[in-house]
């Protein structure tokens, strides 16, 4: 089935077309003949905004959805994946184990996008959305434009537990609105806040479908924070099909800084998690990545974060 997903124009209205959703007690529910599972949810908030949840379901037909934003457009998506807590990926023999938040990212779709996503039949999925106009940034962040660069028309950033912890809140407030928009608005501020230390660039690649899946390709050797060692910088290239050039340039563009710095951010964000549930200590955890001493390990996640491991633990 060929989906073509304009994101200009209300996400509802064209997934009610494509899918022939029927309304039961405010849920919509796939067509038998489509798919089955559990129903999506969604809310309207002021200011242009939708929020989604397409709870656990499945499609019984392959799905080609093409997603298009014309470049004049005024309007952004987040897609956040919420399929598995904890998911093992092969990629050329080897199983890479990602930790609990790294599979679960989020894609913020800018203006001037066309992106292809095949959803296979019969694989159960899990998904949320925000949909949103430019005015909601010209509502809520003053002087935007200087920190958050959203004329990339692809960002991707990690689920991390504060960003994770603010939209369970808000997907299990859906059916109250006025707590849900309070958790959507929460979680927003930290995306943007998280999205606007990302480094600008000057030149962009135009980047297709199939470049976008080769720079995930290559991300997931980076994304296991306990691994000792990771492809070099033409390995990663070469994996990813590109020159390295136009891999390092596109890696900046939609993950917001270069490999080493990604890989970097990765395994501090992983320690900050285990050290703040308390599943492992400031020292336990420089061991497990590989720090020589404690002492070098506080020294990194200081520089990182600004403040010591102890003050989490």
């Known amino acids: ?39 999506m949810e969604f809310l309207e908030f002021p200011g242009q905004m939708e929020f989604y949840h397409f709870k656990r379901s499945y499609f019984k037909v392959p799905i080609q959805m093409k997603s298009i934003n014309p470049i004049d457009s005024n309007w952004f998506l987040i897609h956040i994946n919420l399929s598995k807590i904890k998911q093992h990926k092969k990629v ?18 800018g203006a001037g996008l066309e992106i292809d996503t095949l959803l296979p039949p ?23 434009e200087i920190s958050i660069d959203t004329t990339k028309n692809l960002v991707y950033e990690d689920l991390d537990y504060k960003l994770e912890n603010a939209l369970y809140k808000a997907l299990s407030a859906i059916r109250n609105k006025i707590q849900c928009h309070a958790h959507v608005l929460q979680f927003m501020g930290l995306f943007f806040e998280k999205i606007s ?20 390709m290559a991300s997931t050797y980076l994304r296991n ?22 891999f390092k340039t596109s890696f900046k563009q939609i993950f917001g800084s270069a490999p080493i710095q990604y890989r970097n951010k990765i395994r501090m964000e992983f320690a900050r998690e285990e050290i703040v549930a308390k599943r492992k200590t400031p020292t336990e955890m420089s061991f497990d990545l590989g720090y020589s001493h404690p002492s070098n390990f506080t020294a990194a996640y200081k520089k990182y974060f600004g403040e010591l491991p102890s003050s989490q633990a």
């Open 92 to 109: 050329e023999n080897e199983v890479i184990d990602f930790q609990k938040h790294l599979p679960m990212g989020l894609l913020l779709y």
């Open 225 to 246: 924070p306990l691994t000792q060692t990771i492809p070099t910088l033409e390995e990663l290239a070469a994996i990813a099909n590109m020159g390295v050039t136009k």
């Open 197 to 216: 230390i990302h480094s600008r660039t000057v030149y962009r690649e135009n980047l297709h479908s199939e470049d976008v899946k080769s720079l995930f």
């Open 122 to 144: 019969n694989i159960e999925m899990e998904l949320a959305s925000v949909h949103f106009h430019r005015s909601f940034l010209d509502t809520y962040f003053e002087n935007w």
């Open 1 to 39: 089935m060929d989906v073509h997903l304009d994101i200009t124009k209300n996400l509802k209205d064209q997934f009610e077309h494509f899918f022939k959703l029927r309304e039961v007690n405010s849920e919509f529910f796939l067509d038998s003949a489509v798919g089955g599972g559990q129903g």
